[in-house]
């Protein structure tokens, strides 16, 4: 299976702390994206991280990639009740579809 | 600019049924990609449509099928519904290009539940 894999499966924090969830994927990338999913907004696109940058920061999210890996890191800083959701790394390799790996789930406590 | 629409959003068939399932993408998004979801597999790309044309295919048997009209509408076809097709089924538009050149946007999903 081409499909990556996130890190842990699943996580539960206190509100206020930071949330660190770990993507291996299979192929050559050209870019990699993050995506959050829960059941009142569904599958939305949270970041797009290029093949030859290793870093990206958006809001409270900051990204890493580590191409010789074949690795990327989401940290989610200060997080809120609304942060619980499933996130999923998504891996593209130059052609028309996108592999999503098996997700975290992360549950935030308020 | 609206979302991507799915319709319908609820569907429940029978063993040996098929089924249509429609997506609306967003006003200038000239491609639509399919997507499975289930609790055990996650999310499995079905295949993706540029331009009415299909550009890559997933790991499915050919009773899944799709289309897409000329005003980048797509329909997602499945015949002979098995049990182990139900899932959720999203589709998601983009404006087109490599995969990962472009975010990818997301309809809310038909639900499809075969009996």
């Known amino acids: 299976s081409q499909q990556g894999e996130e890190d842990p499966q699943a996580l539960s924090i206190q509100e206020g702390e930071n949330a660190t969830m770990n993507c291996s994927y299979k192929t050559s990338i050209n870019n990699l994206q993050w995506y959050r999913q829960n059941s009142g907004r569904g599958l939305v696109h949270l970041i797009l991280?290029?093949?030859?940058?290793r870093e990206k920061h958006s809001g409270r999210l900051r990204v890493t990639l580590d191409t010789s890996k074949k690795s990327s890191s989401l940290l989610i800083t200060a997080s809120r009740a609304a942060d619980t959701a499933s996130y999923f790394c998504?891996?593209?390799?130059?052609?028309?579809?996108?592999?999503f790996g098996t997700g975290t789930r992360l549950k935030v406590l308020a | 600019k609206a979302g991507v629409t799915q319709t319908p959003r609820y569907l429940i068939k029978t063993r040996g049924q098929q089924v249509t399932l429609s997506c609306s993408p967003i006003?200038?998004?000239?491609?639509v990609s399919w997507y499975q979801q289930t609790p055990g597999q996650g999310l499995q790309f079905l295949f993706e449509y540029f331009s009415e044309t299909q550009r890559n295919k997933g790991n499915f048997p050919g009773r899944f099928s799709g289309r897409q009209f000329s005003n980048s509408r797509s329909e997602m076809n499945v015949s002979t519904l098995e049990l182990g097709d139900s899932a959720l089924y999203l589709c998601?538009?983009?404006?087109?290009?490599?995969?990962?050149?472009?975010?990818?946007?997301f309809g809310p999903g038909t639900r499809l539940t075969v009996t």
């Open positions: 006003s200038g998004h000239r491609s």
């Open positions: 998504a891996d593209t390799s130059g052609t028309y579809k996108y592999i």
């Open positions: 991280i290029r093949s030859n940058e």
């Open positions: 998601a538009s983009s404006l087109g290009g490599l995969a990962g050149q472009y975010e990818q946007y």
